[in-house]
């Protein structure tokens, strides 16, 4: 009898075990109890403010309604710190199940590395139709659809109506009557433009937006792809309109100190007068605790006398999205993570009059219309092109290289003729 208790016994720690090590199994493959629990990363943190951001978070709330027997883990890190992490992460194959990233050239390398999950046949479900044609266009390699987006961007020049009637100056529609403006609002103690360059990023839009206008849309995007050359002297002349500004003291002093909420902030608080930034900064216009709304006027960036581009060429395009892990621990609660929360986040930009939804959202009744972002899209009805912001078409390394290469034209570091050059060995 005593034996036949051992046996029991032993027989029962090892069911224990077995039950124990399946129930471990089972949590470290994303499923506890029937439910499956997704990873997702992305640049929103929990402070963050701008429309996307509000957005994202509503789209989560509603997922666990929408989502049932999913649960979804959100980590969120600040832009810059971001790109650090999610390149980290997928180089020691640390990657969540579903994570955001930014089209073209950013994510190309994942792909490349066999890190993300082709997601066409997850779309065939009827999500595709649900889409508006090219919104995953910078997505999409060798046929095949690595992430899916949520809004198009596009950059304006957001000048401060009020300012400019104050001190007798035309909004600038010619690079002629930007330097004019940079020259009065001088005279009169006010910042004329604001740029966030700590970051980098924002300074590089005023030169990828002044190639845009010398050397024209088709150009920066063959140059960017590889099928041209960067040293030209549209290219040249680029780099040296964005000097002639930095000689004439048209941006904020120590700019190469200010982050992108410093910068914003002088535009919103009414010490600067002009802003070159993407159409999310419309959502912290109208977010601000002040009557700045009624005072900017978004426009398009100043011709270039001889230019090859004109007015109807933008910088942006559709960009930011998210992508599925192909290691991630269960592909289809993944890939419905994805799918919801890219339509979701559309649809809530929609309904809060935000952003330009890449999703159909013909359905949405907006509660309340941003009057800056209705003059946007009223702004980029002519639109004949658009190039993407060129850290992001362009890969990894050369991103970098590209931002520093601005950063030292915002600190008279470089000529033009070399910036050029040099943009171009990236090409080699």
């Given at each position: 009898m005593q034996i036949v208790k051992k046996v029991w016994a032993l027989l029962l720690i090892s069911l224990l075990g077995v039950s124990s090590t399946f129930s471990n199994s089972q949590k470290e493959a994303g499923t506890e109890n029937g439910v499956k629990t997704v990873s997702v990363w992305t640049l929103w943190t929990d402070g963050t403010e701008d429309v996307n951001a509000v957005a994202f978070r509503k789209a989560l709330e509603s997922a666990k309604t929408d989502l049932p027997g999913i649960v979804i883990e959100h980590d969120g890190t600040a832009n810059e710190a971001y790109k650090t992490k999610i390149k980290t992460a997928i180089a020691a194959d640390e990657q969540p199940?579903?994570?955001?990233?930014?089209?073209?050239?950013?994510?190309?390398?994942?792909?490349?590395?066999?890190?993300?999950?082709?997601?066409?046949?997850?779309?065939?479900?009827?999500?595709?139709?649900?889409?508006?044609?090219?919104?995953?266009?910078?997505?999409?390699?060798?046929?095949?659809?690595?992430?899916?987006?949520?809004?198009?961007?596009?950059?304006?020049?957001?000048?401060?109506?009020?300012?400019?009637?104050?001190?007798?100056?035309?909004?600038?529609?010619?690079?002629?009557?930007?330097?004019?403006?940079?020259?009065?609002?001088?005279?009169?103690?006010?910042?004329?433009?604001t740029v966030g360059e700590k970051d980098l990023w924002p300074g590089m839009f005023w030169q990828n937006a002044f190639a845009i206008r010398t050397a024209g849309a088709d150009a920066s995007n063959a140059a960017l792809a590889g099928r041209g050359s960067f040293d030209t002297p549209d290219f040249v002349r680029s780099a040296q309109l964005l000097k002639d500004l930095v000689d004439r003291n048209a941006f904020v002093e120590g700019a190469l100190g200010i982050d992108y909420n410093e910068s914003g902030a002088l535009l919103l608080e009414g010490q600067a007068a002009m802003y070159y930034m993407g159409n999310w900064f419309a959502g912290d216009i109208a977010g601000h605790d002040s009557d700045i709304i009624n005072k900017i006027v978004p426009t398009r960036f100043p011709t270039i006398e001889g230019g090859k581009g004109d007015n109807t060429q933008y910088l942006g395009g559709s960009i930011d999205g998210l992508c599925v892990s192909k290691t991630a621990t269960d592909l289809d609660a993944a890939t419905t993570v994805a799918k919801y929360l890219m339509e979701q986040v559309s649809r809530n930009l929609a309904e809060a009059g935000e952003g330009i939804p890449t999703w159909k959202t013909d359905d949405v009744v907006t509660t309340k219309e941003n009057p800056v972002v209705k003059q946007v899209k009223e702004l980029i009805t002519n639109s004949t092109g658009y190039v993407l912001a060129w850290d992001t078409f362009l890969e990894g390394a050369d991103a970098d290289d590209h931002k520093n290469y601005v950063a030292e034209l915002f600190g008279d570091t470089i000529s033009a003729e070399d910036f050029a050059k040099k943009m171009q060995e990236i090409n080699k």
């Open positions: 199940d579903v994570f955001f990233a930014w089209g073209a050239g950013f994510v190309k390398p994942f792909i490349d590395a066999g890190k993300v999950l082709p997601l066409d046949e997850y779309l065939a479900d009827g999500t595709s139709d649900r889409i508006k044609g090219g919104a995953n266009t910078n997505f999409t390699f060798d046929n095949k659809t690595y992430g899916l987006t949520f809004t198009q961007w596009v950059a304006s020049l957001y000048c401060n109506q009020e300012l400019f009637d104050k001190y007798g100056v035309k909004i600038p529609e010619t690079y002629d009557e930007l330097l004019t403006a940079v020259d009065v609002f001088n005279q009169n103690g006010i910042i004329p433009i």
